[in-house]
């Protein structure tokens, strides 16, 4: 006989009613990520021969959304249960394929759990895990210690058997030749009239074989996610186990339950983080890095000794080291600060790159920009960069300094060296080492009164 080659179905087309959304539920997100993207994750590392997603017939965003994943998609029209889901994909699975069966809404399933079901040699395997409060699983009923005679579902289950704590977690491996021959015996004679997987193992153990369950201490990891109130409890503790991974790996997170991971972290030797912070995609801080309260930092890289101070922004940008940023700053994508650079409270970067040393330290907007070594950029300096129709680029030279609120009306380059007076609105280039000024002359008025009205 060849050898047996691993297929997995996972099921998703249930409605997700408990969660009143019309989004479907494996789309939902923990920790940026759909459910689905997790469970996926595992399931890849497993290098199966196929995947088969159970979807209901409304399923096209989660098409778009995984449609480079080589999924092979079901659709089960009607949803008449988890068994009759299961039973859609069958004709898609290779004869002498060994099943993995999965449910959607279980995110959290690790590879090495789905190992040690599929290495048994038995008909079907179960994974089991023991709730302190088992309400609304499927109890597992035990004949002898080591084998399933019977999943009874919450509502099916008698007062006796609501007692058990030992539950069915959805995952099962089974051969397709068993489950062919099983799937078309179930019947909807349950409280829910519905088709149910988990009557495949009183159909086995009736036949006199072997349901081996598989326990796993990690609750967790086999969550089920059917509410909102579930989705933010997992998410708390998927949290609380990136801050700890971070943390033994040397990283001070002020507080786990306040830090929050949505991709990626890498971090080096001696990274402060402190309360509230999200981090979204690939997000790198260097040695010594210091991140305040409140921030967001989504796919950027931090260099060594950097600080980032409270409640700053930043998305897609470069920031070199011993550089500062914020409190309030807010840097866009395209954004690369060179070396010791300081970006104050309320400046905003898009698509600029500035040189070693340059400071632009409040209520400033720097778009479109390439600005040189050592530039002062006074408070509400603005570079003008788009002008109704195109984007224009604003070049400043080195050791210039830019006087507050001046206006920068690109293209526009200002040569290294020369002073903006402050209040211009700069239209034309500007050379090297002048003082240019635009700006209407001072002039007071004498013997100048208010109006009779304005009293
Ligand atoms: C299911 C199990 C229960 C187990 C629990 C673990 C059954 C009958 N019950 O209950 O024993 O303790 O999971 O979390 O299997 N689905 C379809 N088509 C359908 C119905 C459901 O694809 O017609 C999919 C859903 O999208 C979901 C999964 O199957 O991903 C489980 O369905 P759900 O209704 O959530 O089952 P539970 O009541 O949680
Ligand atoms: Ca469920």
């Known amino acids: ?54 979807v209901g017939p409304e399923s096209e965003s989660l098409k778009t959304v995984f449609c480079d994943d080589g999924i092979n998609w079901v659709t089960q029209t009607e949803r008449r249960g988890t068994g009759h889901a299961l039973m859609q994909a069958l004709p898609d699975i ?21 190992k040690s079901l599929i290495e048994g040699d038995t008909p079907l395997s179960v994974l089991t895990v023991c709730l302190d409060d088992p309400t609304g699983y499927g109890r597992i009923v035990r004949s002898g210690s080591d084998r399933i005679s019977q999943i009874v579902e919450d509502r099916d289950a008698n007062e006796a058997q609501a007692e058990i704590n030992e539950i069915n977690t959805g995952v099962m491996v089974a051969d397709v030749q068993s489950l062919r021959e099983w799937l078309p015996q179930l019947k909807s004679d349950n409280a829910q009239n519905e088709l149910l997987l988990t009557d495949l193992v009183s159909i086995a153990s009736g036949a006199d074989l072997y349901v081996r369950p598989v326990l796993t201490e990690d609750a967790v990891e086999v969550a089920g996610v059917n509410s909102f109130e579930q989705l933010a409890e997992l998410e708390r503790v998927l949290q609380r186990r990136y801050a700890h991974d971070l943390m033994n790996e040397g990283v001070h997170i002020v507080d786990p339950e306040r830090f ?15 309360v509230n912070n999200v981090f979204e995609g690939d997000v790198t801080l260097g040695d010594g890095v210091r991140i305040g309260a409140n921030c967001r930092v989504i796919n950027s890289v931090i260099e060594p000794g950097s600080v980032i101070k409270d409640h700053s922004h930043l ?27 300081a970006i104050g409270n309320f400046v905003e970067v898009k698509n600029s790159e500035i040189g070693k040393g340059t400071k632009a330290s409040h209520l400033t907007y720097l778009g479109d920009a390439s600005i040189g070594e050592s530039v002062n950029i006074g408070a509400g300096t603005i570079t003008c960069n788009y002008d109704g129709i195109d984007k224009h680029r604003t070049r400043i030279e080195d050791h210039v300094f830019v006087g507050s609120n001046t206006a920068l009306v690109a293209p526009v380059v200002i040569g290294a060296g020369s002073i903006i007076g402050a209040g211009s609105t700069i239209t034309k280039d500007v050379k ?24």
């Open 1 to 54: 006989m060849s050898e047996q080659k691993l297929e997995v179905c996972i099921l998703a087309a249930g409605m997700g009613t408990r969660m009143k959304s019309t989004i479907p539920k494996v789309l939902q997100v923990l920790a940026g990520k759909p459910l689905l993207s997790h469970l996926l994750a595992s399931v890849q590392t497993l290098g199966p021969k196929k995947i088969h997603v159970v």
């Open 94 to 114: 290779a004869d002498n394929s060994k099943v993995l069966i999965l449910l959607g809404d279980a995110p959290l399933v690790s590879a090495r759990l789905m």
């Open 260 to 274: 929050d991971l949505r991709g990626h972290l890498s971090c080096g030797r001696d990274v402060f983080i402190d």
């Open 315 to 341: 998305e897609g940008c470069q920031v070199g080291p011993e550089s500062q940023v914020g409190p309030f700053a807010r840097l866009r994508p395209g954004t690369v600060l060179r070396e010791s650079v």
């Open 432 to 455: 090297e080492g002048v003082l240019a000024l635009s700006r209407v002359k001072q002039k007071s008025v004498i013997n100048w009164k208010r109006s009779e009205d304005e009293k």
